[in-house]
């Protein structure tokens, strides 16, 4: 995926999307608006990949991490 805005209503499948169609060899920076989101989108990372991959960072907009 490249340089994409995902705007959507809850519900509508952003988190899986976004988690299946990172690429773990390329770099990715994730950004929500919610620490709940990261839980979500950590959870699915973990489902489809095993780990965060190196190259990903997973953060929200006030967020150092």
Do not use: W
Request: hydrophobic share 40%; net charge negative.
């Amino acid at each position: 995926m490249d340089k994409k805005l995902i705007l959507a209503v809850a519900g509508s499948g952003k988190t899986y999307l976004i988690c299946n169609s990172i690429d773990p060899e390329k770099r990715n920076l994730v950004l929500a608006f919610t620490h709940e989101n990261i839980k979500n989108i950590h959870h699915e990372l973990l489902e489809r990949v095993g780990a965060i991959p190196e190259n990903t960072i997973v953060s929200t907009f006030q967020s150092d991490s």
